[in-house]
């Protein structure tokens, strides 16, 4: 998408992430000249983020968001038992949907105003690309250039989010959403606020495009070398899940190797999470049928390392080459669901806590139940497994399929296109909004 932009129209970066360094590399990478808008976001007051911890509960009591719920059972402590004695006297005056449009309409005024913000007035911008619309910091970049007349468009960038991350506490010109079960959620949550929705335009998954091009045998192969798998060995690929979602993933990973290491025709790639701990698997360097790969580029600090990093740039190259080869995937209720979906990949989801079961707070089984899993759940086109033997049977007859590509379940309700055109309608969807 940024070089498609980058070629089209004068762009300038304003990011938490992208700094110099990393837009020398970018320019450099996709051969453009974007800018760097060398400016701080604005810093949260304490009262303004309070505000919006009780618009974000109010907000799901209200849609009844399952998500929100089961997160809140791991909250005991005393702000949370606050919020629910507040929720429960709303709900008794029934004035909750009233204190939410009011929660909103202040956050948004309040953060119209900014004299840090001030500088972004002489770039004379025609319009303002939110990527993470549910960010405050955003917001507060959309609000600020609003109340100068500055156009804005939403992209909301994960199917979760609309369901996991609060509100969007700023009104865009246009919205661009996935697929329709993430319209139909914007138009349910947000017409509640206003008369006059934005236009909202369903472009399909951008970073999808590189699963729908065809590749030849030497790209195969290529691909194969640089993950050091041997010819004529069968791939199963682990995508792992943020340590703090799925502490207990590790026994997972150790089942699925006992099971390779009998079987001894089997390469296992672990694909570690960038917020998964990296020395968790380091016993496994020296094991000839694993390879081990980590996200490069992160903080040499551990706290909040992956909020500020920065993927390095053939991120998704690797990722589809990895779904691409594989023979399965396994997974850890994540978006690697659709990744290896949309490759057309079998799916074993794991719905077990290893050697001892978790409560349901902290047990994976509580990650299917979140809203926007339940949709794809319905579509059952993976496998879940519940202990290990079913897992050792998932996967025995998953590498036993010879027909990959043939009879798994349409995944296009999800990724809109099956083929690679969402960059294209996405670039054609904005330029429509700069008029």
């Known amino acids: 998408m940024i070089k498609r932009l980058g070629v089209e129209y ?52 209200h849609f009844d968001i399952v998500t929100q719920k089961i997160k809140y059972q791991n909250e005991e402590n005393w702000k949370a038992l606050l919020i629910q004695k507040l929720l429960r006297a709303l709900s008794f005056l029934n ?17 119209s105003y900014s004299i840090r913000l001030k500088a972004l007035l002489p770039f004379h911008f025609d319009g303002v690309l939110s990527t993470s619309p549910l960010d405050s910091r955003e917001n507060r970049v959309v609000n600020f250039l609003g109340r100068h007349c500055v156009k804005s468009l939403a992209m909301v960038i994960s199917w979760d989010n609309l369901t996991s991350k609060g509100l969007i506490n700023a009104d865009h010109d246009y919205v661009l959403v996935w697929n329709d079960f993430m319209k139909t959620e914007f138009l349910r949550f947000y017409s509640i606020f206003t008369l006059e929705l934005p236009k909202i335009a369903v472009t399909g998954i951008p970073r999808f495009d590189c699963y729908f091009h065809k590749q030849s045998e030497e790209y195969y192969e290529h691909a194969r070398r640089r993950f050091n798998v041997p010819n004529g060995k069968l791939i199963i690929l682990i995508a792992t899940s943020a340590s703090r979602h ?7 990973i150790a089942d699925v190797l006992q099971f390779a290491r009998a079987d001894g025709h089997v390469h296992v790639i672990i694909r570690c999470h960038p917020a998964d701990d990296e020395h968790a698997y380091k016993h496994l360097v020296k094991e000839q049928f694993v390879t081990l790969w980590h996200a490069g580029n992160l903080p040499e600090t551990k706290s909040e390392c992956f909020y500020k990093w920065f993927p390095e740039l053939d991120f998704l190259r690797s990722l589809s080459e990895m779904l691409r080869i594989c023979n399965v995937c396994v997974q850890f209720a994540s978006t690697m669901k659709l990744d290896a979906g949309a490759c057309r990949k079998p799916i074993i989801s794991i719905a077990y806590d290893g050697k001892i079961s978790l409560p349901y707070h902290q047990s994976v089984k509580r ?9 794809l759940n319905a579509l059952q086109i993976d496998k879940v497994v519940t202990n290990r033997e079913q897992l050792f049977n998932a996967l025995k007859t998953s590498l036993q399929k010879t027909d990959q590509g043939e009879g798994f379940s349409d995944i296009s309700p999800f990724t ?6 969402s960059v294209d309608f996405t670039a054609k969807t904005i330029a429509e909004w700069l008029g």
């Open 10 to 61: 004068d762009v300038y970066i304003m990011s938490t992430m992208i700094r110099a360094n990393e837009l020398r590399d970018i320019n450099e990478h996709f051969d453009l000249r974007l800018k760097l808008v060398d400016l701080e976001f604005s810093r949260e007051t304490v009262w303004l983020s309070c505000l919006r911890k009780l618009e974000k509960a109010l907000f799901s009591h």
């Open 246 to 252: 799925f502490p207990n993933q590790k026994e997972i």
């Open 95 to 111: 004035i909750i949907r009233t204190v939410l449009c009011l929660l909103r309409q202040t956050i948004i005024i309040l953060t």
């Open 416 to 421: 809109h296109f099956t083929k690679a055109a």
């Open 367 to 375: 990650l299917y139940d979140y809203a926007h899993q339940i949709p």
